[in-house]
Each structure stands twice: as C-alpha cells, then as structure tokens.
C-alpha cells in the first residue's frame, strides 16, 4: 500500500495550506485505518503532528506546536485524510508524511504505531 501525500508549497506566514493523504494500489479499507501526520525538518527527528481515528474519525490529538492552528480530518468515501494548517509560522517548515495503522483505532501519536506511509510533501513558510 502506498500513501500519497500532496498539497505542499511554499507559502508566507500566517498563510493556510491544506495537506491531503490518499491510498493507492492495491485495495485499501481506508476506513479501518488510524491516520497521522508526522514532520521532519531539516536536522531534527521525525515528530508527531496529528492523528484521526479510525472509521467515523471521531477522536483526534495534536501536537502542542500545532494545537488551535491545524485540524486533521478523513472523508472516507473519498478515502483521503486532511490536514488543514492554518497561521502557518516560520518552524513549520519540513517534510510532512502522511502515516496510517489498523492496529490501533484510536488517534495514536507514536510513530511506531503506524505501519503504512506516504512519500512526504515539502510544506516551506517563508517569514
């Protein structure tokens, strides 16, 4: 299963960007699927950003870094999970990967909990 993120660029701060995440290949029951969004900036370690909970998505969680500015959300008949960032800041500038698990249901937040990953899209907000 591949995931495939996309909806990067470079924007300026405070603007919004929306990020979006969708399987492809082989078939995918996307709604049984915990999703997150993890970041990598240059130098520093994979981190958490988001996550949505399986089927209706009614649980999420958030970073204290992204907390009040992002939502995740998932549209399963779309099989797409979103991440809308809103007031974008300086220090979010990095890789965004898209992450998925069927062995947790819940809105986890360690990366070893997600089993399928996306590519990653460049996500840079100028100051």
């Known amino acids: 299963v591949q995931l495939q993120a996309s909806g990067g660029g470079l924007v300026q701060a405070g603007d919004s960007l929306t990020l979006s995440c969708a399987p492809s290949?082989?078939?995918?029951?996307?709604?049984?699927?915990?999703m997150g969004w993890f970041r990598q900036a240059p130098g520093k370690e994979r981190e958490f950003v988001a996550s949505v909970s399986a089927w209706s998505g009614g649980a999420t969680a958030y970073s204290d870094s992204v907390k009040g500015r992002f939502t995740i959300y998932r549209i399963n008949t779309k099989r797409t999970v979103y991440l809308q960032m809103n007031g974008l800041k300086p220090e979010d500038t990095a890789i965004y990967y898209c992450?998925?698990?069927?062995?947790?249901?819940?809105?986890?937040?360690?990366?070893?909990?997600?089993?399928?990953w996306g590519q990653g899209t460049q996500v840079t907000v100028s100051s």
């Open positions: 290949g082989r078939p995918f029951d996307f709604e049984r699927f915990a």
């Open positions: 992450a998925g698990t069927k062995r947790f249901a819940d809105s986890v937040t360690s990366a070893v909990q997600f089993d399928e």
